[in-house]
């Protein structure tokens, strides 16, 4: 079975992009809050389409909470990923300003969300459980203050990573089995997800 990258973006968009699943998302973002969430309607998905500079549709964004989330999935290792973020968030809240008509030159002090941007890595290169990408490393020349700053936490969902966040969400921990049975048979692959009770999503988008 041909099981690639794009598999891998599109399952991930599958199970916690859609509006039918939006219960995956919300989970997904009550395991990274440690919070517990339950009202659907409390959630909104805001991912951007078609953002140019995202090689792959791997990415889910939505605001819950007064906080503007980004979950991106990785199977390459990526050091550019807070550049990436910072991007696209600054597209987010261009819309989100324009969506509730702020005006950006009165006097008028405006509030936005609180952003959180996570990347979560299932590819074969070595990382910690977690890893905190800076923006400023990339700088050629870093303020000298050090005052601005953006990240990306790199959450490793691999097998024996991240065990609490992968026990606390079903469909990231489902995911995360779908994927490490990548060299896997195709019908041995059916027996397992049925085995194990995964998402019929899953089974519906690689078959």
């Known amino acids: 079975m041909n099981f690639n990258r794009q598999h891998k973006d599109r399952i991930f968009c599958m199970i916690f992009g859609y509006e039918k699943y939006k219960g995956n998302l919300l989970d997904l973002y009550n395991a990274l809050n440690e919070t517990n969430y339950t009202n659907l309607d409390d959630l909104e998905i805001t991912t951007m389409e078609n953002a140019v500079y995202m090689s792959m549709k791997n990415d889910v964004s ?4 007064n ?8 199977s390459t290792w990526n050091p550019n990923m807070p550049l990436r973020g910072f991007m ?3 597209d987010l809240f261009n819309k989100y300003v324009s969506k509730y008509h702020f005006r950006l030159y ?3 002090f405006i509030k936005i969300p609180t952003p959180q941007y996570y990347v979560l890595y299932n ?5 910690p459980d977690k890893q905190i990408l800076k923006l400023s490393d990339a700088f050629v020349a870093p303020p000298k ?14 097998p024996g990573y991240n065990e609490k966040l992968l026990s606390a969400c079903k469909p990231l921990k489902e995911y995360a089995i ?6 896997t048979g195709r019908n041995m692959m059916i027996k397992m997800l049925l085995s194990k009770k995964l998402l019929k999503s899953v089974l519906i988008v690689m078959f």
């Open 67 to 74: 906080n503007m989330a980004l979950f991106e999935q990785q």
């Open 123 to 127: 590819g074969s290169r070595k990382v």
């Open 106 to 108: 009165d006097d008028k």
């Open 62 to 65: 939505c605001i819950i909470a």
């Open 145 to 158: 203050d050090g005052i601005f700053e953006w990240t990306a936490t790199v959450l490793n969902i691999n």
């Open 178 to 183: 779908l994927i490490e049975t990548k060299s």
């Open 88 to 90: 696209y968030f600054s």
